[in-house]
């Protein structure tokens, strides 16, 4: 099994500040994705990174891979209490079928 | 779409009873995954069916859990007997193909089970 580690565990800020969360591996994967997951409700995938060194945006998120596809970040700008959420990093290979999650970082943002 | 449907939402049992998850995949996905959630931990591969065939299940205890996808759509999964350490949320996830790493897994709301 490849581990994924993620770092922080757990993150509380306020409304408009900015975070970053790390998933780091020692093992190479053919793609990364990043869900998030609400009290209650299943993990819902927000990008896929694919190539070494790719960054997405979507809105105010920012992900990023590791130029050697073992680690992944993602930023939010001026958070906002509707991002609170477990955020999950998930890898894949392509010599697998499964896909390796990481424990999580739990966010919350307050008013 | 409707998305993937799981039942019962929660259960509450006593160990070394048994307990079935029932899971209904979208419509048109051939790939239907369960994942068992441990608080505070990621998702856990626990198999993984390629239509009504296994793909992965090395990581399912198979002493006691068991699972089956009949005619390739519906799923359950069985727990007999629970143990408290299978105290989780049973996630449900479909996806049209079966390749992770290129395409979307769609997950259901889980299955909160509690061993007392």
């Known amino acids: 099994t490849q581990l994924l580690e993620q770092s922080p565990q757990f993150l509380s800020i306020q409304e408009g500040e900015n975070l970053t969360v790390y998933c780091n591996s020692s093992?190479?994967?053919?793609?990364l994705q990043w869900y998030r997951q609400e009290p209650g409700e299943g993990p819902v995938l927000l990008v896929t990174v694919v190539t070494g060194g790719e960054v997405k945006k979507l809105k105010r998120l920012t992900f990023q891979f590791g130029d050697a596809r073992k680690d992944s970040s993602l930023h939010i700008t001026a958070a906002q209490p509707g991002d609170t959420g477990l955020y999950l990093c998930?890898?894949?290979?392509?010599?697998?079928?499964?896909?390796?999650f990481g424990k999580g970082t739990s966010l919350l943002v307050t008013p | 779409e409707a998305g993937v449907a799981q039942s019962p939402r929660y259960k509450i049992i006593e160990k070394r009873q048994s307990v079935a998850f029932w899971c209904n995949p979208i419509?048109?996905?051939?790939?239907l995954y369960w994942y068992q959630q441990i608080l505070g931990q990621g998702p856990k591969l626990l198999i993984q069916f390629q239509n009504n065939g296994v793909v992965d299940d090395s990581q399912l205890p198979k002493d006691r859990f068991s699972a089956e996808r009949l005619k390739g759509v519906d799923s359950t999964l069985k727990i007999q007997p629970a143990k408290l350490e299978d105290s989780a949320v049973y996630l449900c996830?479909?996806?049209?193909?079966?390749?992770?790493?290129?395409?979307?897994?769609?997950f259901g709301p889980g299955t909160r089970l509690l061993v007392l």
């Open positions: 996830a479909s996806s049209l193909l079966g390749t992770p790493y290129q395409e979307t897994q769609y």
């Open positions: 998930a890898g894949a290979s392509d010599s697998g079928y499964a896909l390796n």
């Open positions: 093992s190479v994967f053919s793609s």
């Open positions: 419509s048109g996905h051939a790939t």
